[in-house]
């Protein structure tokens, strides 16, 4: 077949990308198409896309790929992003070069961990609890907008909460974080240059009177290694978390509540054993993902793939939200599931592999455990209030990500 074979056009990928990088799947283990008008191998099967997030030879920055140009600092100055701010944005842990990756990741696992979450989990129902409380009042016209009103604001207050944000500074970062989705220039320079001031001011306060928070752990850190952590890698750590925090988690509870309100035999089931809870939690992460339908890498060197070389420089597309439906690994893969085995280890791909597989994916499913078992032990028979087709998503490559959810709450239990 030619690459016009598989050149998934833009709205196709917005209204049903599962649908069109399932044909592909179902055609071939790999196959070379096109995206923005540039050649990409595609993968879209589960084994195949497991194994390539594994391979270090393939690179999350093109920089790491001799002789190519950065194509991410291209595209954050095409878009206006100040010269002195790009570091931030090309810093973070997803595109530093390895070396630099595993050095980050090491800090921020030693701080973010397991026992941090653990202790988080009161507060993360307190804040559900105190979000669900207000949704009536954010009712119009009888319905409420879930995502503004629940699923957003409940992880970014637990992100704030978690690096020591102090209360009156929250309001600042709710706006950040709205900055950077906007992806408007002016907006991303005047979020960057606030951050990177008030980041300051915060390790400062928190090198004179240390906390239990993330931030802290941070400076001990970096005081206790000799200084490994640079300010402005400081500043794009943070950024990240902020990040993980507006997209995915938002993304799942949205999708799950989606999800869920129109399977109520699944509901019932969760109701009758809420001990099957942490397993819907994957189940959806499966189904739905966490925004993100594939990532981009680059060949760092020539890669055999089966009977395929892929050479070096090239782009390989790597459809997480493919392989999580894909037939040969799941049962009825289209189909929401919440007793399906994990067979005594997470077969999804919703948070990566390997090197890159998310640090906060523990924060993550946590949060999104305790606000769909409280938003659905609260409003039993909460529904859309619109037919699902008339969801709007975020036009965004790559992504899958609600816009709006308006749904009719329903009589509290």
Same mark, same amino acid.
């Given at each position: ?14 209204? +049903? ?37 594994? /391979? ?40 530093? +070069? ?15 961990? #397991? ?53 009156? /500074? ?86 799950? #509540? ?55 420089? /090239? ?99």
């Amino acid at each position: 077949m030619t690459t016009d074979d598989y050149a998934l056009t833009w709205h196709e990928l917005m209204v +049903d990308p599962y649908s069109g990088f399932g044909r592909i799947r179902e055609q071939a283990p790999i196959v070379q198409g096109s995206w923005d008008g540039r050649p990409v191998w595609i993968v879209t099967r589960h084994e195949d896309v497991s194994a390539l997030l594994m /391979d270090r030879r393939l690179a999350t920055n093109s920089s790491a790929v001799p002789g190519c140009p950065d194509d991410y600092r291209a595209a954050l100055r095409a878009i206006g992003v100040a010269e002195e701010l790009v570091p931030y944005l090309a810093g973070d842990l997803v595109r530093t +070069d390895p070396e630099s990756h595993a050095r980050l990741r090491k800090l921020l696992s030693r701080a973010f961990t #397991a026992r941090r979450v653990a202790r988080l989990r009161p507060r993360v129902e307190d804040i559900a609890r105190e979000l669900l409380d207000a949704l009536p009042g954010r009712a119009e016209g009888g319905a409420v907008e879930l995502i503004e009103h629940f699923a957003y604001p409940l992880p970014i207050t637990v992100i704030c909460e978690l690096l020591g944000v102090p209360e009156e /500074d929250r309001p600042l970062w709710r706006g950040w974080s709205d900055d950077y989705v906007s992806m408007d220039p002016a907006r991303l320079n005047r979020m960057l240059a606030d951050m990177s001031a008030h980041l300051r001011e915060l390790v400062g306060r928190r090198r004179a009177e240390p906390a239990d928070d993330l931030v802290s752990a941070l400076i001990r850190t970096h005081d206790d290694d000799g200084g490994l952590l640079s300010h402005t890698e400081l500043v794009a750590m943070v950024l990240t978390l902020m990040i993980a925090s507006q997209l995915p988690t938002p993304q799942l509870v949205a999708n799950g #509540a989606v999800a869920l309100a129109a399977r109520p035999d699944q509901l019932a089931l969760l109701r009758a054993d809420p001990g099957l809870w942490p397993g819907a939690v994957h189940e959806l992460v499966r189904l739905c993902g966490p925004g993100i339908v594939a990532m981009l890498r680059y060949a760092a060197e020539d890669i055999a793939f089966g009977d395929t070389v892929i050479r070096q420089g /090239d782009r390989v597309q790597l459809v997480l939200g493919s392989a999580n439906r894909d037939p040969r690994r799941f049962p009825a893969p289209d189909l929401l599931d919440v007793t399906r085995p994990v067979d005594g280890g997470v077969q999804h791909l919703g948070y990566s592999r390997g090197a890159h597989y998310c640090l906060g994916a523990g924060l993550a499913n946590q949060e999104i455990e305790v606000a769909l078992s409280a938003l659905f032990g609260r409003y039993p028979d909460l529904a859309l209030a619109v037919a699902p087709e008339e969801l709007e998503w975020r036009p965004i490559p790559l992504t899958r990500q609600l816009v709006r959810v308006p749904v009719v709450l329903g009589e509290p239990a």
